[in-house]
């Protein structure tokens, strides 16, 4: 399996720019998380998908974020507009959920975005 | 409120020497997992143990639930040992969302 695959690995745009982030996640995990890393906050779960339908939103920062998942295969994540606050790492991890709990999480390389 | 705690923060070791990462948590999880932040920022996951032990060649982790604890064993370490582990819980009353903490720093000397 080719793991949980991310695109673009760096982005860089100038603010009020629409930026989007794709996530392929792993064949036959039916969860998804969309996580943003800085130094100040650390790891922060924005949303999170199961069965393609989002769970929990609660972490997204604000209006301007937006995620969806039109099927099992792929997700977006896209900010409109991007302001320089939300450069940071992005990353999209994909599980199976069982019963109550998930199994082990795995993660994509990350989205690097500079928003200057 | 509910906190993942991570100690050492940081952590200097000379190769070939043993460590002990610890993960407290304030309340029930469902799920506990170790990962390890390599230099290049890739996530690599490396136990998933809501309870009991597990080995994984030169790495070993305990969760103790009813104790809120968890522990990730180093033994014999190498440069390549070196980055951010993180641990993650899922938290029994919040459903779905794993929460890490905020993570212990090796370095590993060669």
């Known amino acids: 399996d080719a793991g949980v695959i991310q695109s673009p690995r760096h982005e860089v745009t100038e603010m009020g720019q629409e930026v989007t982030l794709r996530c392929k996640p792993i064949?036959?995990?039916?969860?998804l998380f969309w996580y943003r890393q800085t130094m100040m906050r650390g790891l922060e779960l924005l949303i999170y998908f199961n069965n393609n339908v989002p769970i929990d939103d609660s972490g997204m920062p604000e209006d301007r974020f937006s995620a969806k998942m039109p099927n099992a295969s792929f997700s977006t994540l896209k900010i409109q507009p991007s302001e320089p606050r939300d450069s940071a790492v992005y990353f999209c991890?994909?599980?199976?959920?069982?019963?109550?709990?998930?199994?082990?999480?795995?993660f994509g390389s990350g989205t690097q975005l500079s928003v200057l | 409120g509910i906190q993942v705690e991570q100690s050492p923060p940081d952590l200097i070791l000379q190769e070939g020497a043993n460590s002990t990462l610890r993960c407290n948590f304030s309340d029930s999880v469902n799920n506990l997992q170790w990962f390890h932040q390599n230099p290049w920022g890739q996530l690599i996951n490396l136990f998933y143990i809501p309870s009991g032990t597990k080995q994984n060649g030169r790495l070993s982790a305990t969760t103790v639930a009813t104790e809120r604890y968890s522990l990730l064993y180093i033994s014999s370490s190498q440069t390549t040992d070196s980055g951010v582990y993180f641990c993650a819980v899922e938290w029994r009353s919040s459903g779905d969302k794993l929460t890490f903490g905020t993570g212990t720093r090796l370095a590993v000397r060669p």
């Open positions: 064949s036959g995990h039916n969860s």
């Open positions: 991890a994909s599980s199976n959920r069982v019963w109550v709990t998930n199994e082990k999480l795995f």
